[in-house]
């Protein structure tokens, strides 16, 4: 008696995972221009059917397939039952791919490539609207004699033997105004006394309160992100102090938000926004949100432009 072996099926997560013109479906196969039958399931992907239902769906390879029965002058006149224009042709850029191409409302058909290429450009459509929404709020921002924009500095104490990452110990703050001048500078201790790792001038949290609470009243905090700033808002309210730093709806403005938003810059292969690095100090952040300012449609952005600190 002779046993025979099956291989099980490959399986992908995603289309995405898929590799290039290795697989295609059955209704891809007979769809080509010259159509194929396939071999055995080689693999399967996650995906979704017609109705938007989560499904699995069989693969086949390309060169397991073979040469449908239909003879070329069945072909021909399947194509001339069809009419119309040649649905393997792409309106811009005029290729003849193997298959179909995907039909738009606006009558093109387009080839894999333009279609990326048109998504892209429906994308950047919309990361311009978005763009002239966020330099306007920059030049809001850098007009209004309240701003301060604030960085913070964590002191890092690496990692416990075990591999776990040690909380910060302090953080310097800086803060300027509109103009690029300084408004405080401070550094708060932000684990208890003892602890190691603690920078010399560090001061407690208590002591740090009323000078950062003066220099931050009824200001308009710009910061970058909240992962520098929340170990330090943390350590105040601890000490007792919830109120030093402005917080809550108009009070505090995201400069990586607002960065991300004017750049807009899309990665061409995921379709996302690529992410945006951090300025480092807090008149380099002043000096991006003048940038960003800068190319306000009607820009009445104040302040001086600084000098940057190299």
Known sequence: MTSQTTTEPIRYAAWADVPANTFMTKTQLADLDLP??????????????????????????????????????????????????????????????????????????????????????????????????????????LADERLAVVHVDLTDRGTTPSGTRRSPSAARLTALDHTGKLLIETQVRLVRPRSDGIPAGAIAPADAALPLRAALADRKVLRWGWDALGPLTAALRTAGWSDVIPHGYGSTYDLHQLTAQWRGDLDPRTTQTRPVIEPGRADRMLYLLQQIAATAPTSQAGGTPIAGNE
């Open 36 to 141: 194929r039958k396939p071999g055995s399931v080689a693999a399967v992907v996650d995906g979704y059917d017609y109705r938007d239902k989560k499904t699995t769906i069989e693969l086949y390879r390309i060169s397991e397939s073979a040469p449908s029965p239909a003879s070329a002058r069945t072909l021909t006149a399947a194509r001339a039952r069809t009419g119309g224009p040649d649905p393997r042709r792409c309106t811009d850029c005029d290729a003849r791919p193997e298959l179909s191409c995907r039909a738009y409302q606006d009558g093109a058909r387009r080839c894999q490539t333009c279609a990326h290429i048109h998504r892209l450009r429906v994308l950047q459509r919309g990361a311009a609207d978005v763009r002239a929404h966020a330099t306007q709020r920059a030049a809001e921002l």
